[in-house]
């Protein structure tokens, strides 16, 4: 069965080597394998302290529902995209049809506009 050592045991373990104890003896006296130690202590050199796990199973993240979820914003976003596109061709089709038509016809001499009664 394997032994569960909680966070503050494995940081003095850690702390025990960076002042410098030799990890075999440290293996032989805790009755822990090196590889393990190892790896606690690159850890805490690499990530931190926090990196060590505490006692208990770890939180797992569902990595397939992040998936899910960041392909499902990607999809969104160029829809969005697309919208905005539509949009400045719209308004782009637009301005040029008013300009259009303004220089078809002068101000005041619009077809169907009543005259001026001045």
Request: proline fraction near 4%; aromatic fraction near 8%.
């Amino acid at each position: 069965m394997n032994r569960v050592f909680d966070r503050e045991f494995k940081l003095g373990v850690v702390r025990r080597i960076q002042a410098g104890e030799a990890i075999a003896a440290l293996s032989r006296e805790l009755g822990i394998k090196r590889t393990v130690l190892y790896r606690w202590k690159y850890a805490v050199e690499q990530r931190g302290a926090e990196s060590l796990r505490s006692v208990g199973r770890p939180q797992k993240e569902p990595k397939q529902q992040a998936v899910d979820e960041n392909k499902q914003l990607r999809e969104r976003m160029a829809e969005l995209e697309r919208f905005v596109g539509k949009q400045q061709l719209a308004i782009r089709f637009f301005k040029r049809a008013s300009a259009h038509i303004e220089g078809l016809y002068p101000p005041g001499t619009v077809p169907g506009a009543k005259g001026s009664t001045k």
